[in-house]
């Protein structure tokens, strides 16, 4: 065969093979598209996880409302029912798992949302400021996905952790002691007492000496007690009777010497002998 026949019959064999797979290509981008529309819109609803925790890391089941903003990162995205100027607003309150208004989505396409808790009535706490991203995928089959991002990185859910700061619970007020019938409440601060080593001050002086009757400027000697009083009183009756008794010693001994000179000077020692009282 001619060698130009020959290449003329190869390039007519390549354009048939070249069709044929076009063709093809078109039929699978047709089926797809018509699967789309036949499955009519796609509705997407998203779960948002909340909970609060103390600072030692207790989970506390605290029934408090917090609201969230759910935004487009770009403008066109579908947005969900009750949406206002393109950001839809909700709340969840106490520690659950709440699923918003799903979005409903027209055809294939990538869309992102971002969602974040606002500040509203947050007394005692300490909000969850991450900006979780949520990246949905819808693909020509109908059929979606998502990402969830966190400061860049990848999640397993949307899920806000608030800080409980301070308790929440309300405090019982104090009841005021009544002061006792027939005595009027005393108006005048309490003496406040010292504790310590300035409870009560040495006995004695500086020096340390025991100044028990040292009055004023001598160095401050304690004050005096009812036992003070009652010691005074033994140890003077102590010194009156041994007083007494040592009188009464020697006028026994000067009435007797007194007698045995008298009788030695009259020379009647018999007298002395039949005294008994010598």
């Keep these: 065969m001619n060698p130009i026949l020959k290449r003329k019959t190869r390039l007519k064999m390549v354009k048939a093979y070249l069709a044929v797979i076009c063709l093809l290509v078109a039929s699978l981008l ?11 819109p796609i509705s997407v609803a998203l779960t948002i996880h909340q909970s609060f925790i103390r600072n030692n890391g207790e989970v506390e089941q605290l029934d408090r409302e917090i609201q969230f903003q759910l935004s487009p990162v770009e403008p066109n995205n579908p947005m969900p029912a009750g949406s206002v100027s393109g950001v ?13 208004s799903p979005i409903i989505f027209p055809g294939a396409g990538v869309f992102r949302y971002e969602i974040r808790a606002v500040a509203e009535d947050i007394s005692g706490l300490t909000l969850d400021a991450r900006v979780f991203t949520v990246e949905i ?4 089959d109908g059929r979606y996905a998502y990402n969830i991002l966190v400061n860049g990185s990848k999640t397993e859910r949307i899920s806000f952790e608030h800080i409980i700061m301070e308790s929440t619970e309300p405090t019982e007020p104090m009841i005021p002691t009544e002061p006792p019938v ?8 309490p003496t406040e007492r010292p504790t310590g080593p300035e409870a009560e001050p040495p006995i004695g002086g500086p020096g340390g000496g025991n100044n028990q009757g040292a009055g004023p400027g001598t160095g401050g000697g304690r004050l005096p007690q009812m036992g003070d009083d009652l010691s005074l009183v033994l140890w003077l009756v102590t010194v009156g009777v041994g007083l007494t008794a040592t009188l009464a010693g020697f006028g026994v001994y000067y ?15 018999s007298d002395i002998l039949k005294d008994d009282s010598f």
Aim: aromatic residues 8%; hydrophobic residues 30%.
């Design 30 to 40: 047709g089926s797809a598209t018509t699967a789309i529309a036949q499955g009519g």
């Design 88 to 100: 839809y607003t909700f709340g969840i309150t106490g520690a659950t798992s709440v699923q918003i």
């Design 137 to 140: 995928i819808i693909a020509n």
């Design 182 to 189: 027939g005595r009027e409440p005393s108006t005048e601060p």
């Design 255 to 269: 009435y007797k010497k007194k007698r045995c000179m008298q009788l030695e000077a009259n020379q009647d020692y």
